[in-house]
């Protein structure tokens, strides 16, 4: 799919698109839907189980240490083996431990649970990042990204809208059950893949093996990670913050699925933007205006007392993430080094899933001392840091020419 046509034009999307509906959107979808559906739910399951705002979190946050301690393996599987086994084995995973969830009130076990749960969401997202750098032009990245990104946040509408109702109709338990069977449904579109010519068509693999390629470029990876990792930080740690303030207001389920869901409208608007923004006039003026204004909303959420003024805020952290979709997808693909992709994705990965860890406990810790709002304050400050080292320490990545660059440190 590589061009080497006039780098000054923006290359055409469509036929890039449908050539990865089968093997990227459609499986990243189904994955996702699965997802969103957990996010209103497992908080309110286990607060109904009478368990503390702390162990919440960590319940919560063990998804985030499952992708920390899965991205080095998925990555080596990968590399060995080929981003497709690495996805299929992803979706089962989550669709198996996902549907588990509702077998157990006990802490140390929904943990083990979520633990492997993290190892399928970053084998499915990892898989999915390598495949498209691998094979996409770097012209169209950003808009190839930003489509995945809409499809996390077609799911976020979607799957808390329908995990919320199911959960007030048939139980928690069902609501597990469809989060797992919704993922599951993935594997469809990897059927249907595997059917068509390309499917075994791997590019040749770098031979630099995985732990050569992370401490050959382990400099460049720290440096670039730290910001990915507070900005996800902030992210994941709104999905948490956000039903957690639901639930203190007296909603119903169903209304907090709902609640979680309004924040998706400004996403699905947006994100065709972002992936435009990103290719033709630079990553950083993407990333900076959405990241803004996410904590923007983050800092309402924090003095909001009311369901309206909630949902408010929850539309301009949507917003705003709109305008990000696909942003930290696209800085590991343009930061990766050819020698080494799928070794510094995967630790580009492992440095922004430990934000996934760093949120939920930052607000479960801070709820349960000071109250939920100021969590949500503490995650617009965790954000604002994040963006500043993005601009600072990382710099623009696009190296279209036209765009205005800002030189980042030697690394």
């Not at 290359?11 to 509906?21: E, M, Q, T």
């Not at 203190?248 to 699925?257: D, E, F, K, M, Q």
């Amino acid at each position: 799919m590589h061009s080497a046509e006039n780098p000054d034009v923006i290359a055409p999307l469509g036929p890039v698109v449908r050539s990865l509906a089968l093997p990227v959107y459609l499986p990243w979808l189904a994955s996702g839907i699965g997802t969103g559906v957990l996010l209103p739910i497992l908080p309110l399951y286990l607060r109904v189980h009478g368990l503390s705002f702390t162990a919440v979190s960590v319940i919560l946050a063990a998804a985030g240490m499952g992708s920390v301690l899965g991205g080095i393996p998925a990555g080596t599987l990968a590399h060995r083996r080929g981003e497709d086994l690495l996805l299929v084995v992803s979706i089962v995973t989550m669709a198996l431990t996902a549907a588990a969830l509702g077998l157990s009130t006990a802490v140390l076990v929904l943990v083990a649970f979520r633990i492997v749960y993290g190892f399928g969401t970053v084998g499915v997202g990892q898989s999915r990042q390598i495949y498209i750098t691998r094979r996409v032009d770097p012209r169209v990245r950003g808009r190839v990204m930003s489509l995945a990104g809409g499809s996390f946040r077609l799911s976020v509408l979607v799957g808390p809208l329908l995990g919320g109702l199911v959960a007030e109709v048939a139980g928690f338990s069902a609501a597990f059950v469809l989060s797992g069977v919704l993922s599951a449904t993935g594997l469809l579109a990897v059927a249907a893949h595997r059917r068509s010519a390309d499917f075994n068509d791997q590019p040749d693999f770098a031979a630099v093996p995985m732990a050569a390629g992370i401490r050959r470029h382990f400099k460049r990876l720290v440096i670039t990670g730290l910001g990915p990792m507070l900005v996800m930080a902030a992210r994941s740690g709104r999905f948490v913050v956000v039903p957690l303030i639901g639930e203190s207001l007296g909603l119903s389920p169903a209304a907090v699925g709902a609640l979680v869901a309004a924040g998706t409208a400004g996403d699905l608007l947006l994100f065709p933007l972002a992936g435009f923004v990103m290719d033709r006039f630079g990553r950083l003026r993407a990333i900076v205006p959405a990241f803004t204004l996410m904590a923007v909303g983050l800092l309402l959420l924090g003095v909001s007392h009311t369901v309206a003024a909630v949902v408010v805020a929850g539309i301009v952290i949507g917003v705003g993430n709109g305008l990000s979709a696909g942003s930290l997808l696209t800085l590991g693909s343009d930061l990766a080094p050819a020698d080494a992709t799928a070794p510094f994705i995967a630790g580009f990965n492992l440095m922004a899933d430990l934000g996934r860890v760093i949120g939920p406990l930052i607000v479960g810790w801070s709820a349960d001392a000071i109250g939920l709002g100021p969590s949500a304050v503490a995650l617009a400050v965790v954000l604002a840091v994040g963006t500043v080292w993005l601009v600072v320490m990382v710099g623009e990545t696009n190296t279209r020419p036209g765009v205005s660059r800002i030189t980042p440190r030697s690394w």
